[in-house]
């Protein structure tokens, strides 16, 4: 480990020294209430070229797990499945690479339009609360909820 003098007259010069770098800490719920349960993660194969974000808003496109996108017809829309627990990489023509998805719970889809207080990542085509909330009942699977915590239809 190299010494690196510094002072505060010249601490652009070789940085910022780590004692003034900290991490930032924001205030967001992944869960907006108790019922229903979150069960157990399923491993779902993931899309071809993928990269998806923790806690990424997911789908299912010719069975493999994808970004869910939002349409006003169910029929041209990928209708989300769950929320996948950790980041994932796939390569090309994908056969071995798995997400890991919460299938069901009550999920925070934030307070406002942007998504504040929500650590859920959402498709551009999401770019309305209203939206993000509208698929309760609407999946077919009555034990995955989005709702907002503090917003309209909190619950």
């Not at 010069?13 to 108790?34: C, K, Q, R, T, W």
């Not at 390569?91 to 009550?106: D, F, H, M, Q, R």
């Not at 406002?112 to 551009?124: A, E, N």
Request: proline share 5%; aromatic share 8%.
């Amino acid at each position: 480990m190299a010494n690196i003098n510094t002072s505060y007259k010249n601490a652009a010069a070789h940085g910022v020294p780590a004692f003034e770098v900290m991490d930032s800490y924001i205030d967001s719920n992944l869960v907006a209430g108790a019922e229903p349960a979150i069960q157990q993660p399923r491993r779902i194969l993931l899309g071809d070229s993928l990269t998806l974000a923790q806690f990424t808003v997911v789908g299912l496109s010719g069975g493999k797990l994808v970004k869910a996108t939002y349409n006003a017809t169910l029929a041209s829309a990928v209708v989300p499945i769950g929320v996948l627990v950790h980041a994932a990489t796939s390569g090309a023509s994908n056969s071995t690479i798995y997400g890991e998805v919460l299938p069901t719970g009550c999920f925070n889809a934030g307070s406002d339009d942007s998504g504040t207080d929500s650590p859920l990542v959402w498709d551009t085509s999401f770019d309305t609360l209203a939206k993000k909330t509208t698929w309760e009942g609407v999946v077919g699977n009555p034990d995955l909820i989005f709702r907002s915590r503090l917003g309209a239809n909190a619950a």
